[in-house]
């Protein structure tokens, strides 16, 4: 179904800004909506997103969760792991990967975290003027995995900049750009670099464990470590610090809000939890049928795309009352801010973890602050939404 006036190209620039009256229209007008352009359809109702991410048989992961030509068919398992894959490759893998990655371990980071928190929070609070993502937050999530991984504190830099180039988009390119490309292949060379040194000798991290790992005399192969590795510096990065500056944004944006959890600390988890729904960061991702499937009056064929809004379905008024209001006091437990069924995010207690140790610092130091909207900017990626900009200043406590 394609209406006069309604479109929506995720490449579009002009709709990073804000599309949120985009997704009503569509929710409303197109609950199946067909791109012919791009060669897409779109669900954007809760109940339809939900229904999709839960039936993996008929909506499927096999192909990639992109819409970028670049990302699906073969290549799609070597960069985005058992997200691109389906039962029973994918439970053997999750279950395998997930043995490294128990709530034990992510657990004991908390100490940690708080430890590279204030690294990196001191001195961008001494000039009291400073890029809450450049300066703060885009660096905490890449040090945690790396923390996790075992990637010494020297290349982490160089890592971050080849996982922002990857998800980059460029205005009109509607496939990843080259140096996108190159920037995963130097991580894939990087990490296999990795894999093979702790081959040689285990350390106490996460590539260890996961070399070790077995399940009933099941192990990973090299390959299989390294996509993952790859995934985790892709998925954990950029979400992570992306939703923190939501969070800084929007609760600026409604003061009435902010005063709760800097009244009141132990109210984080429901700045996180709303600022996830609000406004996540993750904001769509894609499926390919399996079937024909029949929706709303119309037909998706089977082999074609769908693309799942997350965003949009956190903000359907079906399920969350008034949803364009940014409200603490909200439940917010039916968002699908990560995902839902067999795929949902394996990094969401360390991506809630990350987010209250955060803003409890901050807060614990910073009574008050401004942002400056006219140097913000936003990233131009297909599915991550967030600042790459967000000056702000803060006044101490
Ligand atoms: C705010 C932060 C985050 C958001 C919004 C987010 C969102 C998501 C979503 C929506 C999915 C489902 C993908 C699908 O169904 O196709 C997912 C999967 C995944 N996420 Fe996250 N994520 C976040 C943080 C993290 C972190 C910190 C890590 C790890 C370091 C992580 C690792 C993963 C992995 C490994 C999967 C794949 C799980 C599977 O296929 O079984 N994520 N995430």
Redesign the pocket.
């Known amino acids: 179904m394609t209406l006069t006036g309604l479109r929506f190209n995720p490449y579009d620039y002009e709709l990073h800004d804000d599309p949120y009256p985009v997704y009503a229209r569509l929710r409303e007008e197109a609950p199946l909506y067909h791109d012919g352009e791009l060669g897409f359809w779109a669900l954007s109702r809760h109940a339809d997103v939900v229904a999709a991410?839960r039936d993996w048989a008929r909506f499927s992961?096999a192909q990639g969760?992109s819409l970028d030509p670049a990302a699906t068919g073969a290549a799609a398992v070597r960069t985005a792991?058992?997200?691109a894959?389906d039962p029973p490759r994918?439970d053997r893998m999750?279950a395998l990967?997930s043995r490294g990655?128990t709530p034990r371990r992510v657990a004991e980071l908390e100490p940690r975290i708080r430890e590279l928190t204030r690294q990196h929070l001191e001195p961008a609070l001494e000039r009291q003027r400073f890029d809450f993502v450049a300066d703060f937050a885009g660096k905490l999530?890449m040090d945690?995995?790396s923390e996790?991984i075992g990637v010494p504190p020297a290349d982490r830099d160089e890592l971050r900049r080849w996982a922002d180039l990857v998800i980059h988009r460029e205005d009109g390119v509607y496939d990843v750009p080259p140096a996108g490309f190159e920037a995963s292949l130097s991580l894939f060379e990087y990490f296999a670099g990795t894999v093979a040194e702790r081959r040689r000798r285990r350390a106490d991290d996460l590539t260890s464990a996961l070399l070790d790992a077995e399940l009933d005399g099941d192990r990973l192969t090299d390959d299989e470590i390294i996509g993952?590795l790859f995934?985790?510096v892709i998925?954990?990065?950029d979400?992570?610090a992306?939703?923190l500056g939501n969070a800084w944004y929007w609760a600026w944006r409604n003061p009435d809000e902010r005063a709760k959890p800097f009244a009141d600390a132990a109210r984080i988890p429901d700045w996180v939890e709303e600022t996830?729904r609000y406004d996540?960061?993750?904001q769509m991702?894609a499926r390919t049928t399996t079937a024909d499937v029949e929706l709303h009056g119309g037909t998706i064929p089977a082999g074609d795309r769908v693309v799942l809004l997350?965003g949009a379905a956190n903000r359907d008024e079906r399920v969350f009352p008034d949803p364009d209001r940014y409200d603490l006091e909200r439940d917010t437990s039916q968002f699908?801010?990560?995902?839902?069924?067999?795929?949902?995010?394996?990094?969401?207690p360390?991506?809630r973890l990350?987010?209250r140790v955060v803003l409890e610092e901050l807060i614990a130091r910073v009574s008050d602050y401004d942002v400056d909207v006219d140097g913000a900017r936003r990233v131009h990626s297909v599915n991550v939404r967030g600042f790459a900009a967000l000056p702000t200043e803060v006044r101490r406590r």
């Open positions: 991410f992961n969760i792991s058992f997200l894959m994918h999750r990967v990655f999530p945690v995995v996790m993952f995934l985790m998925a954990g990065n979400t992570t992306k939703l996830l996540g960061s993750t991702l997350i699908v801010s990560f995902g839902s069924g067999r795929h949902f995010c394996l990094g969401a360390l991506a990350e987010a």
